[in-house]
């Protein structure tokens, strides 16, 4: 049962930075797409990030580009969200999930398990 295990978030002043961690507990597969959804209530999960683990290659929402980028450290089973710059609009839960897929698609029905989130809150 793959489970993922989110860290970071809280509450910040408008303009400063934070950073979100997610990392895979089972390691089933190789490589996996991880990524990155928020969401706000009334609203529908949106795509901030993904990152293809077996080539590195990343997503970035156009909403986020120049201000948050996805990484992933060296174990190749942990992804890193870093938000710099931080707007009150970003405030939302933010949502970690995985796919088995050897691509990533910024699409949430593309993704096979998902954490329990952590808020992020800018004001």
């Known amino acids: 049962h793959v489970q993922l295990v989110e860290s970071g978030g809280g509450s910040v002043q408008a303009g400063e930075s934070l950073w979100l961690t997610c990392e895979i507990s089972l390691y089933i597969y190789s490589s996996y797409c991880m990524g990155w959804f928020r969401q706000t209530p009334g609203k529908e999960r949106a795509a901030v990030a993904a990152?293809?683990?077996?080539?590195?290659?990343?997503y970035v929402a156009d909403s986020v580009k120049g201000r948050f980028t996805i990484s992933r450290d060296n174990t190749n089973h942990t992804i890193i969200l870093q938000m710099n710059g931080l707007k009150p609009e970003d405030t939302a839960m933010y949502y970690c999930?995985?796919?088995?897929?050897?691509?990533?698609?910024?699409?949430?029905?593309?993704?096979?398990?998902w954490g329990q989130g952590t808020q992020v809150t800018v004001s």
């Open positions: 990152h293809y683990t077996g080539t590195a290659t990343t």
């Open positions: 999930a995985a796919s088995k897929l050897n691509y990533c698609v910024l699409e949430s029905s593309f993704f096979q398990w």
